[in-house]
């Protein structure tokens, strides 16, 4: 069994392949076994992958599953004692994989970790997809040390250290492959956006640990695949939240966050279409409302296996404020604020 397998899950990611697996394949050698994992491509990637990267080992996936089900369908073909999940559009620093390896290795009560996450485009400022590890506020709205909501802070060091978080990025995460499979892998249905948050809290519920380490540290492109104004993201967003809600939320907590969320998702809706006149995210987030409520009972076997493996009702990470109150009303648009 390897030791270390980088999994990186691509889909119509040529381009990004050429630009960022070389220095995967260079700076990850002797740490590390990489795998690209395809979703069924329609251009050259597989092409890209036997000319030039003869070295990578790669999993063909019979169609596009998504990001969670891609990983898991990818990952049961992969015999690892951590599994790192990687995007296609990372580029990793030299020993990048070596302090998160000894820090896993060391502390056996800490599932996953992610490293600090910066924009590729301004090298100096942390990237919005996970910065430098991830929280949740009451309502399920997610920030990060180094961004929250549309924030982002540039990295002065002021986040060197580690730090036990709620959710790690899915951008580049490292996970003991039992722990993933313990607690279910990804949620498949969720097909993309959240997935890492519902895994990461899955793992905090059952007493399992999840840091931020910045003594490792990547750039990140991020929106490769779906711009960040897109309706669908914007959709799978909001669904995919409150889905995640629905499943790990203590049932004395379920029934208030919900009420407070049918509000301020219905507020957040009419605001994009008045404010910022975008009628794609207005009608995206009416939709995602509606699947919700149509498909949330699909769940309820997952919400009773879940609250069943609960080891403590108090999750690292889970902050008992409003977020949109700090940010909004009280102008703290920081992490190190709160």
């Given at each position: 069994?390897?030791?270390v397998?980088?999994v ?9 392949l ?14 590390a ?8 491509s ?15 080992k790669?999993?063909v ?5 998504g990001?969670?089900e ?11 004692e951590y ?25 056996l ?13 301004q ?16 309502y399920g ?9 549309d ?11 580690p ?10 995460l490292?996970i ?8 279910g892998g990804?949620?498949?249905?969720f ?5 890492e ?12 640990k ?8 990547v750039?990140?492109?991020?929106g ?9 993201k914007t959709?799978?967003?909001f669904?995919n939240?409150?889905?995640?809600l ?6 004395d907590e379920?029934?208030h ?12 809706a ?6 910022n006149?975008?009628?794609g995210?207005?009608?995206?987030i009416?939709?995602?409302r509606?699947a ?33 109150w700090?940010?909004?009303v ?9």
């Open positions: 069994m390897e030791k397998a980088i990186i899950l691509n889909w119509n990611g040529q381009q990004m050429a630009q960022y697996l070389p220095t995967v394949l260079e700076y990850s050698q002797g740490e076994t990489v795998y690209v994992a395809d979703n069924a329609t251009d050259d990637s597989l092409g890209l992958l036997r000319r030039d990267f003869p070295q990578c790669v999993i996936l019979d169609k596009n599953w990001f969670a891609g990983y898991n369908k990818a990952l049961r073909q992969v015999e690892a599994y790192l999940l990687l995007n296609s559009d990372i580029e990793v620093t030299p020993h990048w994989l070596t302090p998160l390896i000894a820090f896993m290795d060391k502390h009560e800490v599932a996953a970790c992610q490293p600090k996450l910066l924009a590729i485009h090298r100096d400022s942390f990237e919005y997809a996970g910065a430098c590890g991830g929280f949740l506020d009451r709205y997610p920030f990060c040390r180094g961004r929250i909501f924030t982002v802070e540039q990295d002065n060091g002021q986040y060197d250290t730090q036990e978080v709620l959710w790690a990025t899915g951008a580049a490292i003991r492959a039992q722990d993933y499979w313990d607690c990804l949620d498949g249905r097909f993309a956006h959240n997935e948050i519902d895994l990461c809290w899955r793992l905090c519920i059952r007493g399992r999840v840091y931020c380490l910045p003594q490792s540290k750039y990140h492109v991020g490769g695949t779906l711009p960040k104004s897109n309706p669908m959709f799978l967003n669904r939240n409150l889905t995640m629905y499943k790990c939320l203590p049932d379920l029934r966050v919900m009420r407070w969320r049918w509000l301020l998702d219905y507020v957040a009419w605001e994009t279409l008045l404010v006149g975008n009628v995210d207005f009608k995206a009416w939709r995602a509606r919700f409520r149509q498909w949330h009972h699909d769940f309820d076997d997952d919400r009773r296996r879940i609250q069943a493996s609960r080891v403590t009702k108090k999750i690292p990470g889970q902050r008992m404020f409003s977020l949109l700090q940010y909004y009280k102008g703290r648009k920081r992490y190190s604020e709160f």
